[in-house]
């Protein structure tokens, strides 16, 4: 029976205790340091931190390209997620530019079932825009979904590969 | 604008609940994936990426429909008092999830060295084994060759009718053949446990000293003759060859020596010198009778014609025939025994010779004290090609022998036997005083006699020597183990007729 590696514990904790930190640093308390913040910095730091997403994205599909993985399904899936991904970060970013960073677009509750999509301009093709954009989980389910299905197809290959080293 | 929120909502709701079970699947996969290959590094940057994921998800999904939640329930300002929290937690983890995804080139890299490691490892192990293979297959092959080597060197020390003996370096014996047993007649583990040496079955210990002399000289010795005496003091004529084994892996000096039988050799030598000795014997006595012969009848003549005369001289002249005759008699006998021209020859029945002797003899005076005791095989015909009236005269010579050798008042045993179909040995024995071993030699030359003078002519055995000679057979003499002598002739058997 083969030994579980111990870092791999070590390093969960670890990614936990940045995390702990991240959250810690990053809560939208007045930073009473030597200098102030000003409000829009947690729009700005969401936005970059979707752009940053974005680009690892990128950065993965062209890694799993050039190392040939892509000939493999499960890898392949998992590019199609990282594509997902890609997208709903797009998506993403867009909204938050239009409602969070310039203020172009404002959701009122009217009720249950309606809403005001209220546009600087009383522009509808923005506001039927920002609507579409609101609808962001039809990116990240599916790029999920191609994550999932990935690891599955990872998890298939990797057991017929051991099956095979197994028989005698 | 005023749109339907319904699909936003559904959108919502539905998309968060189903990323929060999507990452946690894809959190169980990578797990199975890792136990998999727990070496594999890309498997264990996999698992830190969902579980990234699975954190996004969670935080995203639970501040997605917290929203929701607060807004529909008209509690806006709750929800504007958490958002920041919420949206701070999902900038982190999907900042998480890039920067793990960021570590994928070095996750492969790390895995390819693994990999290439665990190959070269493997190829390693694959060589190891091979080579542990080939290392076993040459240790079972040398075993076989090192048993079949032992077995045969087993075989031939056992099986050897030479004595083969191993003597260590106080000399004394550590191993030792059947044969070597048969030949010095004690047992292995006497000869063993007593810690016996050659120096024990030499006949005199002067030999052994020689022997031993030679070995410190030369290392070895080779073809040394010397004579062994036995448990039942018989002693038996030998030839050693030996050497030094100073040993290898660890093992002391020993002496390794082959030692022959040769007794048979020698007493067949002895034999074949007597027979020549006998053959010259026979070609004088014939010469010398031949000459005698004659002037002996001139003489015999003479005398006879002298005595049909009153010439006053009977007496004298009576006493030189009487002495003629002896001489006659003599001379008849040796020519006898050297007689070399062509006999009647015919089928013979010797059961029916051995009885007509004993028969004969029976009714001798000298006999009546001795008993005789008659083993003949009636049940097969014991046939020779030869002359009834000369083996008769062979068997009678042997008896009077035998009489005189027990004094008339013993016991002889005549026997006679086929042995392997075409052999037929007649024995006679007698329980007297035997033969004094330095007569051996001599027992069958003319003149040999060990009676007192006057009572016999040393020409019987002789004579008898020259009939079987002539009739294809042997005749040897030994003394018994118990008591006495026993002669044994051998004819050759002829077919039944």
Not at chain 2, 407 to 434: L, M, Q, T, W
Not at chain 2, 457 to 479: C, K, M, P, Q
Not at chain 2, 481 to 489: D, R, Y
Request: hydrophobic share 45%; net charge neutral; glycine share 6%.
């Amino acid at each position: 029976m083969q030994k579980k590696p111990p870092y791999s514990t070590q390093m969960m904790f670890r990614v936990c205790l940045v995390m702990a930190v991240t959250i810690f640093i990053l809560q939208p308390f007045n930073a009473y340091a030597i200098q102030l913040h000003a409000s829009s910095e947690g729009i700005i730091t969401h936005q970059i931190g979707h752009m940053f997403f974005l680009f690892s994205m990128v950065v993965l599909i062209f890694t799993i390209t050039g190392k040939g993985l892509d000939r493999q399904k499960g890898w392949r899936r998992i590019q199609y997620s990282a594509f997902f991904f890609i997208l709903w970060n797009l998506d993403t970013i867009t909204a938050h530019f239009f409602d969070n960073q310039i203020h172009a677009v404002q959701i009122e509750n009217i009720s249950f079932e309606k809403i005001r999509v209220v546009t600087n301009n009383n522009s509808s093709a923005l506001a039927w825009i920002y609507y579409s954009l609101k609808l962001d989980h039809l990116l990240c389910v599916p790029a999920m979904l191609f994550l999932y299905k990935g690891l599955s197809r990872l998890v298939k290959d990797q057991q017929q590969i051991t099956a095979k080293k197994d028989t005698p | 604008m005023i749109v339907s929120f319904i699909p936003i909502l559904a959108v919502d709701v539905i998309g968060s609940v189903a990323m929060v079970v999507i990452a946690l699947l894809c959190f169980y996969k990578a797990r199975i994936l890792r136990g998999l290959d727990p070496d594999n590094a890309v498997f264990l940057y996999l698992l830190w990426i969902s579980t990234g994921f699975m954190i996004f998800a969670v935080s995203r999904s639970f501040g997605h429909i917290l929203k929701q939640f607060l807004i529909l329930t008209a509690t806006p300002d709750i929800w504007y008092a958490i958002s920041s929290y919420s949206g701070s937690i999902n900038t982190a983890s999907f900042m998480l999830v890039g920067l793990i995804t960021l570590f994928f080139n070095q996750s492969w890299n790390i895995n390819e060295k693994i990999l290439s490691g665990r190959k070269k490892l493997e190829d390693t192990h694959i060589e190891l084994i091979n080579l542990n293979q080939t290392l076993e297959h040459k240790v079972i092959e040398r075993t076989e060759r090192l048993t079949s080597s032992e077995h045969k060197a087993r075989r031939i020390f056992e099986q050897s009718l030479d004595t083969i003996v191993v003597i260590d370096e106080q000399f004394n014996i550590s191993e030792i053949n059947q044969a070597g047993v048969v030949l010095t007649g004690y047992n292995k583990n006497e000869m063993l446990a007593k810690k016996m040496g050659l120096k024990d079955f030499m006949a005199r210990a002067s030999e052994w000293e020689r022997i031993c002399s030679l070995l410190e000289t030369h290392e070895y010795i080779l073809n040394e003759e010397t004579d062994f005496l036995r448990p039942d003091y018989t002693q038996v004529r030998v030839l050693i060859t030996g050497g030094v084994d100073y040993g290898a892996f660890g093992c002391g000096k020993t002496f390794h020596f082959i030692i022959k039988n040769i007794n048979d050799k020698k007493q067949m030598e002895q034999q074949i010198a007597q027979a020549d000795k006998l053959a010259a014997l026979g070609e004088l006595s014939a010469g010398v009778a031949h000459e005698i012969n004659n002037p002996l009848g001139i003489i015999l003549g003479y005398t006879q014609l002298m005595l049909k005369e009153d010439s006053g001289f009977e007496e004298d002249l009576k006493t030189i025939e009487k002495h003629v005759k002896n001489c006659k008699r003599v001379v008849s006998d040796l020519l006898s025994f050297s007689r070399k021209g062509t006999l009647e020859m015919s089928h013979l029945d010797v059961t029916s010779v051995i009885d007509d002797v004993i028969k004969f003899l029976g009714n001798h005076t000298d006999f009546r004290n001795v008993e005789i005791q008659l083993s003949v095989d009636r049940e097969e015909p014991l046939i020779i090609h030869g002359n009834g009236q000369e083996l008769s005269q062979v068997i009678i010579n042997l008896m009077i022998n035998a009489c005189h050798a027990v004094n008339k008042k013993g016991r002889i045993e005549v026997s006679a036997e086929k042995v392997d179909n075409n052999e037929i040995f007649i024995i006679v024995k007698d329980n007297g005083s035997g033969i004094r071993k330095k007569d051996f030699p001599r027992i069958f030359d003319p003149f040999f006699t060990t009676k007192p003078v006057g009572q016999g002519t040393g020409l019987g055995l002789s004579v008898g020597y020259g009939i079987i000679r002539r009739h294809g057979g042997d005749i040897t003499a030994r003394n018994r183990k118990e008591k006495g002598a026993a002669f044994t002739i051998s004819f050759p058997a002829a077919a039944p007729v």
